[in-house]
């Protein structure tokens, strides 16, 4: 599960500014609710790439 929280983590890193903007600056996922919030912003928000891997990732969730 380490691996998988890292993964959403970098994907969240990387598209924080175009996907989460409306979220402060600070907000990092901690707990799975969070971690569901933030694939769900990138899935919705993204580009074509970044929503195939948030989905990918979900399903692991």
């Given at each position: 599960?380490?691996?998988?929280?890292?993964?959403?983590?970098?994907?969240?890193?990387?598209?924080?500014?175009r996907?989460?903007?409306?979220?402060?600056?600070?907000?990092?996922?901690?707990?799975?609710?969070?971690?569901?919030?933030?694939?769900?912003?990138?899935?919705?928000?993204?580009?074509?790439?970044?929503?195939?891997?948030?989905?990918?990732?979900?399903k692991?969730?």
């Amino acid at each position: 599960m380490a691996t998988l929280q890292s993964q959403i983590i970098d994907l969240w890193k990387e598209n924080r500014l175009r996907c989460g903007w409306f979220i402060r600056d600070d907000y990092m996922p901690e707990t799975l609710d969070d971690f569901s919030r933030c694939l769900t912003i990138l899935a919705k928000h993204g580009d074509r790439k970044t929503y195939i891997l948030a989905r990918k990732l979900m399903k692991c969730l």
